[in-house]
């Protein structure tokens, strides 16, 4: 099997096991419903008080809060991701197992997390947005060319969140135990994604700041490239620097840390 084959079917797989989970992805859509009703009303009383803030309008602001809720889970910023498993194979030594095999360590679990993530998209973040899309005012493009253009979008940013969280993952090798980097690093997401309101209603040099972080990759440039905000070749090369520089950490910090073998547990 090729190499390309091989990640080919390590995706496929990783869908096909999150696709078994069908009461929990049940669960997974009336919550990110029931939260996207929540902050839709937080967001139009806020915009009724500041119509154009961050130069949004009011369904523009709609239509962000419930690209939100499609990926919260795809992109798992809240968790839910593959670094629980890899830290916990970290930890007992089982990676070691994943160290013999005829495949790149990174290139695996990013294989694995990306068929994780479409099907999250697909069957827990396309209903609640189609429900919100329903009932609520929302600005969605009516070119498919616009569409083809988020979606190249979408699939950076799960690049990029892959990359982030296997950079996380990778300190379990040190720690006895990465719950705190793993909170931390849910907290960054949170608030540095955009997931509580959008980067552009962040003031002066704060926003500038966050707009400039990866996580801004997750949601606000996608969410920008649908609402006909930003360029998209302009975000497609800020999402593609980022998701390089990452990886290449990435890299580093795994080359360190199997040449340390510092496995706990192991």
């Known amino acids: 099997m090729g190499a390309g084959r091989l990640y080919a079917a390590v995706a496929a ?17 009336f919550t990110n419903t029931v939260f996207g009703l929540i902050l839709v009303h937080v967001h139009l009383a806020l915009w009724a008080q500041k119509p154009q803030l961050g130069g949004y309008d009011q369904a523009q602001a709609v239509t962000y809060v419930w690209l939100g809720q499609a990926f919260l889970s795809t992109l798992a910023i809240g968790g839910g991701g593959i670094e629980d498993e890899l830290m916990e194979r970290i930890r007992t030594g089982d990676v070691a197992v994943d160290l013999y095999r005829p495949a790149d ?4 679990w990013l294989a694995a997390d990306l068929g994780r993530a479409l099907f999250q998209l697909l069957g827990r973040g396309v209903a609640p947005f189609a429900i919100g899309a329903l009932f609520f005012p929302v600005r969605l493009p009516g070119d498919v060319a616009a569409w083809a253009a988020f979606l190249v979008a979408v699939v950076l940013a799960m690049v990029v969140s892959f990359a982030i969280r296997f950079l996380v993952a990778l300190s379990a090798f040190w720690l006895l135990d990465g719950t705190g980097v793993l909170q931390l690093s849910w907290i960054a997401g949170f608030f540095c994604s955009g997931m509580l309101l ?28 649908l609402l006909g905000e930003a ?8 999402q593609a620097g980022w998701a390089l520089v990452l990886l290449a950490a990435g890299r580093l910090v795994q080359s360190a840390a199997t040449r340390r073998v510092v496995v706990q547990g192991g």
Request: net charge positive; glycine share 12%.
């Open 105 to 108: 360590l990174q290139l695996w």
């Open 13 to 29: 797989g990783g869908f096909r096991r999150y696709a078994t989970y069908r009461a929990a992805t049940a669960a997974g859509v």
């Open 231 to 238: 360029d998209p070749l302009g975000t497609y090369a800020f």
């Open 198 to 225: 959008p980067l552009n209603v962040f003031p002066g040099a704060l926003g500038e700041v966050v707009r400039a972080l990866p996580w801004s990759s997750l949601l606000q440039g996608p969410a920008d490239v």
